[in-house]
């Protein structure tokens, strides 16, 4: 079934990737969302990681087009335990979660002078839904000593398994392209799927803000 959803992404994407396509990557910053007395608000921490991936442009009208993007990109969270007094144990829990991504948002362009030329800078804001499907979970411990200890999570949907496979949400982006074929871009992701796969425990939801550098081969109209 993995398999299937994860071909499936790509096909959806590559089966209109005929121009107009960029190659794009940045910085993300992301945590966990979820239920949370306030004094463990301190436990959820953002990790830096990364993402790449590949756009493409086909434009709907002379303002307004829509932009898919199949990426690879990293999200997740630090956790840091709360123990009671008299006991210790690790000093926080570095979780990363890799993801295959499809997002589809439609993005409106503004040109920022008189001439609306077509290699004048311009403005850029959207959104739309994404898709994703986590292809490795990895928890780093890292003890008081600074020694650290990598092991993967278990994916899938039973309460045994640490992570459920699917995340889904919505991508709000803005930036400038420049020069025609540079672009510099803002992404904010809201994860609406509980990626907590055992019910027992709290739901957790993926959220990520990420600064991203593209660049776009093929011809632009707008």
């Known amino acids: 079934m993995k398999h299937l959803f994860l071909a499936g992404l790509i096909c959806t994407f590559f089966a209109t990737a005929h121009a107009q396509v960029s190659v794009t990557t940045g910085l993300n910053l992301s945590k966990y969302s979820y239920p949370a007395d306030p004094a463990d608000l301190s436990s959820r921490q953002t990790i830096a990681a990364f993402n790449v991936g590949l ?10 087009s829509l932009q898919p993007e199949l990426g690879f990109t990293q999200k997740g969270a630090v956790k840091y335990p709360a123990y009671p007094i008299g006991f210790t144990g690790p000093l926080k829990y570095v979780n990363r979660l890799s993801y295959l991504q499809l997002s589809l948002p439609a993005v409106a362009s503004f040109s920022l002078s008189d001439t609306d030329d077509e290699g004048e800078p311009k403005f850029e804001v959207g959104a739309g839904p994404y898709v994703a499907g986590l292809v490795r979970a990895a928890v780093t411990i890292v003890e008081f000593d600074d020694s650290r200890t990598t092991t993967k999570y278990s994916i899938g949907s039973a309460s045994s398994d640490a992570f459920r496979r699917l ?37 957790i939801r993926n959220r990520n803000f990420s600064l991203n550098l593209s660049w776009m081969f093929g011809h632009t109209k707008n």
């Open 55 to 64: 756009r493409y442009r086909n434009p709907l009208s002379e303002k307004v």
């Open 167 to 203: 995340d889904y949400g919505l991508r709000a982006v803005t930036g400038f392209r420049l020069l025609r074929s540079v672009g510099i871009h803002i992404h904010y992701e809201i994860g609406f799927k509980n990626i907590e796969s055992n019910p027992a425990l709290k739901p």
